[in-house]
């Protein structure tokens, strides 16, 4: 399953296995960083995240390139208060400028090659304010080229993913194995992984420098062996 079709595979199981809506503290986190928005988010999926923010009186708009994922998300209770649109990154189908945008869940890691992902932190960067920032939630590298790992427990799913990665393109393959009860689902899907110095480099590129980086949302700093990699950008001329 490629990018662009993998959240068409994944509307209908998503908020059963992550819940309708993210954690408290990832959504505090970045409605502290918006201050008073406006916010774009990349991938918005079934609004998980959008929605509370918007709550919060942000306004907030989100793009997806899944139909089926955006028709989720209208159909949630406060969906009517995001705007939405249809688009595949690294382009960014918006017009506009955004105290915040944000890359959530690991939907960077979708893009497959490192020129498509550079290209759409340079597009990101394009839609800031002077004062903007630009996050991007990464997982850390898988350990060795292949294995199994876990990579969700929730109150109704245990997530796997079985992996395969190519250490000189970065670019892995997965099988998401999903355990519920009464419910065994798998969904492949591509993508590649990249380092935090990585990451760096592209911002670097887009006249962008890292603020702050965290292993949670509680903000605790990040270490050499945090599975998850929370990067905050800012304009390198700010």
Not at 204 to 226: I, K, N
Request: with cysteine; aromatic share 8%.
């Amino acid at each position: 399953m490629a990018a662009e079709t993998y959240g068409e595979g994944y509307a209908e199981l998503f908020d059963f296995v992550y819940g309708a809506e993210a954690p408290e503290s990832m959504v505090a986190a970045l409605a502290d960083l918006a201050e008073d928005g406006p916010v774009l988010e990349l991938g918005v999926g079934t609004g998980r995240v959008a929605i509370p923010l918007a709550a919060r009186g942000l306004t907030v708009t989100g793009v997806d390139s899944s139909t089926s994922m955006l028709s989720a998300l209208a159909g949630k209770p406060g969906g009517d208060t995001v705007q939405t649109a249809v688009s595949e990154l690294p382009q960014i189908a918006v017009d506009g400028r955004y105290r915040l945008v944000a890359c959530l869940d690991n939907t960077f890691l979708l893009l497959t090659t490192q020129d498509a992902q550079t290209e759409c932190v340079m597009n990101a960067a394009q839609l800031l304010t002077d004062d903007g920032v630009l996050v991007v939630e990464t997982f850390a590298r898988a350990p060795g080229d292949f294995g199994v790992m876990p990579a969700h427990i929730g109150e109704n799913a245990t997530v796997l993913w079985a992996y395969q990665v190519d250490p000189l393109s970065q670019q892995f393959h997965i099988r998401e194995i999903i355990y519920g009860k009464d419910l065994t689902h798998v969904v492949p899907f591509d993508g590649r992984g990249v380092s935090p110095a990585e990451l760096d480099l592209m911002a670097r590129l887009a006249g962008l420098r890292l603020r702050e980086r965290w292993c949670d949302w509680e903000r605790t700093p990040v270490e050499s062996d945090s599975p998850l990699v929370i990067s905050v950008f800012e304009r390198s001329d700010g």
